[in-house]
């Protein structure tokens, strides 16, 4: 069953504890403004919603980029990383996905 919540991140992502009753994320697909990528990240932490093992996983890091984020996931020690080379869709120049993966 999936059950479709609509509004923006920064509604939606404090309510999901406690209105929809989600403990922890296993899975997290990030594809909306990149500059939202790192605050909403930050977002899902500060809301306790990242467990050992939550999956980030961020598209377009290169194309249009999120340079941020990605400086932020890399660095701030929270984080194992890996960057998946890919092709923006219908043209012909390379973009990437990030995987983040929380420690806990
Ligand atoms: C590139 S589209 C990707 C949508 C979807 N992942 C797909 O592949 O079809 C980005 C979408 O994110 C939405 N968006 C942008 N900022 C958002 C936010 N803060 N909260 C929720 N949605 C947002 C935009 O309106 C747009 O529809």
């Not at 939202?36 to 249009?64: F, H, M, W």
Request: charged share 30%; net charge negative; aromatic share 12%.
């Amino acid at each position: 069953m999936v059950h479709i919540l609509e509004g923006p991140t920064y509604d939606i992502i404090p309510q999901l504890k406690k209105k929809y009753e989600v403990d922890t994320l296993d899975f997290v697909f990030i594809d909306h403004w990149k500059d939202k990528y790192k605050p909403d990240t930050q977002l899902l932490e500060k809301c306790n919603l990242l467990r050992k093992g939550s999956v980030i996983l961020a598209d377009n890091v290169i194309i249009p980029g999120a340079p941020d984020f990605l400086e932020y996931v890399r660095n701030c020690g929270r984080y194992d990383c890996t960057n998946y080379p890919s092709m923006l869709e219908y043209m012909n120049e390379k973009d990437a996905l990030e995987k983040a993966v929380f420690r806990g």
